[in-house]
């Protein structure tokens, strides 16, 4: 058996996530439609991380296992050929895939950490040329005070202050690398890294951040919310527009062709 790895972009706006529902109209259900139809096999997929409804990626990476023998440039080229125009597998690579053994690639569990994006058009009146690709706020956004606020998610937490009703992860307690927040023109992209990520975390982040963007929380209310564990006494939950699944980190042995994965170049 033969393990192999692809790098997967799309636009999420027309798909309900990324994780396979009974209605069909999932980004993992296209995917294994296409490579059922190239490699005329059923094949099943497994990702890096699970992204929700109208959430994108930059680079989302899978792995399945086959005993077909192909060139890695063929099982690109083919099963685009059956994918919709929204979702692209960018490239591919043979890995050993023998679960028998330690050392094997897992999408999600070789994974060292994730990287988000969210994308923000801070402008009083919305744009359509934007719809579904930008997270919209009207009011002035001050991103100094938003750069101050994150200096206490550094690090291991709970953040179950962040965290989705519906979360169904085991533990709240991520380990949070780094949080970067940056203005480019009417954009304010906030970049968010961590070994994992609770279910609307980076949503829910946002959120609590825009509240302290137009002042209207300090931005020590963030480390508050932090302590309190309490949902309920965060922002609501962001639009899920602006949010792109932008990298996965694995130990560079398994030589994967990861791409540069900043949101501006779509827009």
């Known amino acids: ?18 994780q396979k529902q009974e209605s069909g109209l999932t980004v993992q259900d296209q995917l294994e439609r296409a490579l059922e139809k190239f490699a005329r096999v059923p094949l099943a997929t497994t990702c890096a991380g699970r992204t929700d409804t109208g959430v994108h990626a930059l680079e989302q990476v899978v792995h399945f296992d086959t005993d077909l023998s192909r060139d890695p440039n063929a099982w690109l ?9 929204s979702i692209a597998v960018r490239w591919a690579r043979e890995l050993p895939g023998d679960p028998s053994v330690n050392d094997f690639f897992h999408a999600r569990f070789s994974a060292r950490a994730r990287t988000y994006h969210y994308v923000l058009y801070n402008n009083p009146t919305r744009s359509p040329l934007l719809e579904g690709r930008a997270g919209f706020y009207f009011r002035p956004l ?13 690090g291991w937490h709970d953040f179950t202050a962040f965290r989705a009703a519906q979360c169904q992860a085991k533990s709240p307690v ?19 890294t961590a070994n994992a990520f ?18 209207r ?30 990298k996965i980190d694995y130990d560079p042995k398994w030589e994967l062709p990861l791409e540069t994965t900043s949101p501006l170049p779509w827009f």
């Open 142 to 154: 001050d991103v100094e005070l938003m750069q101050q606020a994150v200096a206490p998610l550094l």
């Open 77 to 85: 080229r083919g099963v685009n050929a059956f994918l919709p125009p």
């Open 174 to 192: 991520k380990l949070m690398h780094d949080i970067q927040i940056r203005r480019h023109g009417e954009l304010v992209v906030f970049t968010i």
């Open 198 to 215: 609770l279910h609307h975390m980076v949503r829910n982040l946002v959120g609590s951040l825009v509240y302290i963007g137009t002042g």
């Open 1 to 18: 058996m033969k393990r192999i790895a692809i790098g997967l972009q799309y636009d999420g706006t027309a798909w309900h996530g990324y």
């Open 217 to 246: 929380q300090g931005p020590e209310w963030l480390g508050e919310l932090l302590v309190s564990k309490d949902r309920h006494a965060a922002a609501p939950t962001f639009m899920p527009d602006g949010l792109y699944l932008a």
